[in-house]
């Protein structure tokens, strides 16, 4: 009796996971893309920032402090 009951268990298992497989869509084979081509360019607002200024050539107690203007 245990045996049967596994046995159909596993043929049960089998099944459902080929539905499952045949039912899901393959993304190999779709045509449909989900992501967008290309989405467009970014505008960041970079006025009033802080001013960029190289760190080389600067002792090293004014490394990170505020530009002077």
């Known amino acids: 009796m245990n045996r049967f009951f ?3 268990a596993a043929v049960f298992l089998v099944i459902g996971i080929a ?3 045949w039912i ?3 993304n190999a084979r779709s045509s449909a893309s989900t ?3 290309a989405a467009p ?3 960041f607002d970079t006025t009033g920032g802080q001013e960029m200024r190289p760190r080389w050539n600067t002792p ?3 490394g990170n402090d505020p ?3």
């Open 6 to 8: 596994l046995i159909v």
């Open 19 to 21: 539905v499952v497989v």
């Open 24 to 26: 899901l869509p393959d």
């Open 35 to 37: 992501a967008p081509a």
């Open 41 to 43: 360019a970014q505008q």
């Open 60 to 62: 090293e107690e004014q």
């Open 67 to 69: 530009a002077e203007n």
